[in-house]
């Protein structure tokens, strides 16, 4: 049986179907806060849009209509994404005054992120309307928002792109001329039936594929889009091509051009949509074919880790005017196979007369490029697998022979060595480059530290490696970098918090008082009674930790609580890195969503993030996964009752995802905890054979690792209470929902206390405004029934 209205809840052997519960009143008041809101900075640093989300939509909402088609879920009524993040507040500020330019956004739309022209004098969303999906533009000088006649496919495929003149876009629309949605045949027409023949195609337990001609039909119908070029202030549009399956249309940075994907039949029915063949062409603005640039097979035959062969990650060079850039791998895409060299990068220029050329090589596997404006310059970062090393390169494109230089060089795990992310810039063209002044560029980083983190903005000297620090987040506060508006970083956006001051957008001009863009109240005042702390301690084998405690308000020194710990594995090369700190106990305290840290609420103390290193090598890092993520926890017990604060008899486990997979085997393997909480995990590791996480090996492979590691083939070993909770529509890889009610069967079949919830219409995180309060109703009555009273 199943019941839309509310859920249902196996008991014994019934099912009894309750209604959704409510959170106690104190968090129900939380949870009606708005959101914090989001910035979205013009290219022309001289305006920001203000962003507020549409938190905890209605169940009802989630329950519209979803195809699952080749990993894509649609809403068939908007021919959009279903449960797609959308705002319904919008806002825009100049920078110079903070004042704001008023806004009239009409009520109840879902708007998308918006996207900037080039100039930063407008921008454009899509409103999910009942019916279809909007296009809209704003302008900055007029402050008018304006609905263009377009019924935008957002269904499949990047829909919109400003086009360098700042006035046109190109967009995926519904075609006018399409018919009804193909129905559904009463009867099949015939078996499904699929075939491989001898060659090895290993796959990740993908959700929501294909599954026979019918979905073929649909995924037809509603991914094709016909190209328009729309002028924004008439509304005028013109067809460009055909109407096809359009992954995107993208001008080059002279405008002249379109680099063009699409993708086409044969599908297949266990890999998604990305995977399926692809043609790469380049178009001029007529919508007539200039050059074809590759035609790309299924991709079907891609080794685990690995990448397909031939041209991959086709884009335009940002700093020419019609250049496009690949990669091809040198290895056949097989991460095992030894060469001196794992890809080569390309470039070919318009009018695609002469041979490619090849610019670059990677040592190991490209991760990434991002170009200067100067000398033809560019940022290549390659990333070495089997010892998780990242390197970042400055390289001369365009001098042959000229050698590559290391700029930056880490395990990708060792937090306190990033030097940063480097900070990009809109060029006229509509493409990104590298923000540099001179031979300086700027890099934004999250400042970790053995005392949490920092954030900073650095200026950092191509030439002379020299770096000078231009911001630092003071030790008292959490203040990061959210636009640079100057090439030197002098005026920049921050977002700064305090554990008493929540979040709010500042500008920031060297030593001038900063220019105030928000002013965000506290919506929950009783949380600044929180106590936080930053608590480091020694794993048995000395391995470094942390968590983060949380007290609950009022709370009297030297009572000791029951304590929640939540915690998320995470592989290690070394016990260096696996022991650094992370995060940091200077953020503004306010719990959203489903959030464990409602147990303080409760009366709980909570070890927030404690470490869960798992340490090794690489290939057979699992093989003593169990006896680390146990020696992990029994420390941080430990540790918190040596402080006073935790009772150890007293103590439940909690996690989602791989973290519901760890509460699972700690309490089939350990006995240091009353009870656990296990949201949206995969606990039988024979439904993802083909490796999981950061595990390589396939089941044949590792088999004893797969079964070991498997709560589910321990669950008569699971003896203390656990609440299982899944979303009915879960559709991360490897988390199916069959996932929890097999474990629940087992652990109820041999005896254990277990409690399965099936959250409807939900994914693999929560958003329904029921379905979060349903959920911390679960959780904080299962601890206190199973772990709040004391005992003997």
């Known amino acids: 049986m199943r019941l839309f209205s509310g859920l249902v809840l196996a008991t014994g052997l019934l099912a009894a179907a309750e209604g959704y519960k409510q959170a106690p009143e104190r968090i129900r008041r939380i949870l009606d806060a708005p959101a914090t809101p989001q910035i979205s900075v013009s290219p022309a640093g001289t305006h920001a849009l203000l962003l507020r989300a549409r938190r905890y939509p209605p169940v009802a909402e989630l329950a519209e209509p979803m195809l699952r088609l080749a990993g894509l879920r649609i809403n068939p009524r908007t021919n959009g994404p279903h449960k797609a993040t959308s705002f319904e507040q919008l806002e825009l500020n100049r920078l110079d005054t903070g004042a704001a330019v008023p806004l009239t956004v009409p009520a109840g739309m879902r708007l998308s992120a918006p996207g900037w022209s080039a100039d930063g004098q407008r921008f454009a969303f899509t409103n999910a309307a009942a019916s279809s999906t909007e296009l809209w ?19 499949y ?19 006018s001329t399409r018919d009804a949605a193909p129905p559904a045949g009463e009867a099949a027409a015939g078996p499904v039936i699929q075939e491989s023949r001898g060659q090895s195609g290993p796959v990740r337990t993908y959700q929501d594929m294909l599954k026979g001609p019918h979905d073929e039909a649909l995924l037809d119908y509603y991914g094709t889009s016909q190209p328009l070029l729309v002028n924004a202030d008439s509304g005028e549009t013109r067809a460009l091509g055909q109407p096809a399956l359009y992954e995107s249309l993208t001008p080059s940075p002279n405008g002249e051009h379109l680099l063009v994907r699409y993708q086409h039949r044969p599908y297949s029915y266990v890999l998604p949509s990305e995977s399926f063949p692809a043609e790469i062409e380049v178009w001029d603005l007529a919508g007539k074919l200039v050059k074809k640039i590759a035609s790309l097979p299924m991709r079907d035959r891609v080794p685990i880790d690995g990448v397909a062969t031939g041209p991959r990650l086709h884009a335009w060079r940002p700093t020419e005017p019609a250049t496009i850039t690949w990669v091809e791998a040198l290895d056949n895409g097989d991460p095992k ?32 490029a991002r170009w200067l404006e100067r000398d033809g310059a560019v940022l290549i970062t390659d990333y070495d697998r089997d ?12 001098a042959d022979g ?15 060595a990033d030097p940063g992310t480097p900070v990009m810039r809109t060029l006229p063209g509509g493409h990104r480059v590298v923000r540099q002044a001179g031979d300086a560029i700027l890099l934004d980083g999250d400042g970790a530290s053995p005392q949490g983190n920092r954030p900073f903005l650095d200026r950092f000297n191509l030439r002379t490696s020299k770096t000078d620090r231009l911001f630092h987040c003071e030790p008292t506060a959490y203040e990061t970098t959210a636009a640079v508006l100057s090439d030197d970083g002098a005026r920049i956006v921050t ?49 470094d930790l942390s968590f983060t405690l949380y007290l609950p308000p009022d709370y009297q020194p030297g009572t000791r609580l029951p304590t929640v710990m939540w915690a998320y594995p995470l592989e290690y090369n070394d016990a260096s890195t696996a022991g650094q700190v992370s995060g940091s106990r200077q953020r503004f305290t306010t719990p959203a969503g489903a959030s464990h840290l409602f147990y303080l609420l409760a009366g709980y103390a909570v070890l927030d993030d404690a470490s869960m290193p798992v340490v090794g090598t690489p290939e057979t890092v699992n093989d ?25 008899k007293r103590v439940g486990v909690g996690g989602h995802s791989y973290g519901a997979f760890m509460t699972a085997n700690l309490l089939a393997h350990s006995d240091l905890f009353r009870a656990g909480v296990a949201r949206s995990g995969a606990y039988n590791r024979t439904l993802t054979p083909f490796g999981f996480q950061a ?84 959780m904080i009555e299962w601890f206190d029934r199973h772990v709040k009273p004391e005992r003997e």
């Open 387 to 398: 010892r998780r090393w990242t390197r970042t390169q400055l390289k001369l494109a365009d």
């Open 137 to 155: 533009v704003g302008s900055i000088a007029s402050g008018q928002l304006k609905k263009l006649p377009v019924s935008v496919n957002a269904a």
């Open 624 to 648: 003593n996964y169990l006896e680390q993520i146990a020696m992990s926890a029994k420390a941080a017990i430990q540790k918190a009752a040596e402080m006073g604060v935790t009772d150890p």
């Open 157 to 175: 495929g990047d829909a919109i792109h400003w086009h360098n003149d700042g006035i046109r876009l190109i967009v995926l629309a519904v075609p």
């Open 695 to 778: 595990e390589r090996r396939t089941l044949w492979e590792a088999p004893e690792t797969y079964l070991r590691m498997s709560p589910f083939m321990n669950a008569n070993k699971i003896n203390e209470p656990i609440l299982l909770i899944h979303g009915e529509a879960d559709n991360n890889a490897g988390t199916f929902p069959i996932q929890s009610d097999r474990l629940y069967q087992a652990i109820r079949g041999n005896g254990g206390t277990v409690r399965l919830v099936m959250l409807p219409h939900e994914s693999h995180g929560y958003a329904g405004r029921e379905s979060i309060e349903h959920t911390l109703a679960e």
């Open 495 to 543: 977002r700064r918090e305090t554990p008493n001051d929540p979040p709010n957008f500042l500008v920031r001009a060297g030593t001038a008082t900063p220019l105030p863009l928000t002013r965000e109240q506290d919506p929950a005042p009783e949380l600044r009674k929180v106590k936080k702390e930053l608590v480091r301690y020694k794993r048995g084998d000395g391995v």
């Open 337 to 368: 196979v030894k060469v001196p060299h794992r890809d080569r990068l390309l470039a070919w220029r318009a009018p695609f007369a002469a041979a490619p050329r090849e610019y670059s090589k990677t040592g190991q596997r490209f991760m990434g």
């Open 402 to 416: 000229a050698p590559s230089r290391t700029l930056w060089a880490r395990n990708m795990r060792d937090r306190y």
